[in-house]
């Protein structure tokens, strides 16, 4: 399947679908603290999205997922199923994954977040992997090539002695929930698929704190680490300009 361009109408309604996912993600942030479950954020999430929004949590029975985000949890590297059976406790780290879908547009992004007081060396692991995601997203630019963001996000991680996981990466968005291109977070720069103005993808990496191995669970959808150790993810749906990107999902807080 090509690659689809967004023209200035299409980019302004993913620019809404966008703004709303950013939204769900400063709602929730109050609510993530010590003896939640990750259910109760699910639900605080799901109807935030259908009564407030009036749009479509777009996890919700896509390809059989049960529930409305996701909630990865310490060694969860992504797609962590929200359950009544997950209590929040102090110390552990969180990424929340919320899609919306707004007048058929998709908005897509994560982030991380501390339960309590996490120790130092899991907050470091946020830290740099929201940095990674910086990093690339301030080099998209028509001309940049995929493999020049890829290799970027890997030599920062890997620098702080973090891997990157293979096995899963970002991708482009639309109409469409996944389309192409794959956005690898690795590679080598100069190669790859060179950016035009009116792309649409997300960069979204998942860096851990061990090896870079991932392990899918019997549910069929939780994807942990293979070596029990942390993992992080930060994810953002960023526009190609003619002058160089718009970060469709940005939180007010954040500095582009
Ligand atoms: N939001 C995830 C992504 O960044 C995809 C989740 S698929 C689901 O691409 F089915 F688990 F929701
Ligand atoms: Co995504
Ligand atoms: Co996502």
Known sequence: MPISLKNRSEIAKMRTAGQLAAE??????????????????????????VEKQQAIPAPLNYRGFPKSICTSVNQVICHGIPSDKKILKNGDILNID????????????SRMYHVGQPPAHAQRLCRITQECLYQAIEMVRPGVRLGDIGAAIQSRAEANHYSIVRDYCGHGIGRKFHEPPQVLHYGEPNTGLPLEAGMCFTIEPMLNAGSHHSRLKPDGWTVV????????????????TESGFEVLTRRPDEPF
């Open 24 to 49: 769900v993600l400063e709602m929730i942030a109050e609510h993530v603290k010590p003896g939640i479950s990750t259910a109760d954020l699910d639900r605080l999430c799901h109807r935030h999205i």
């Open 98 to 109: 919320v899609t919306v879908i707004k007048d058929g547009w998709h908005g897509d992004t």
């Open 225 to 240: 680490t293979r070596d029990g150790r942390l993992s992080a993810q930060y994810e953002h749906s960023i526009a190609v």
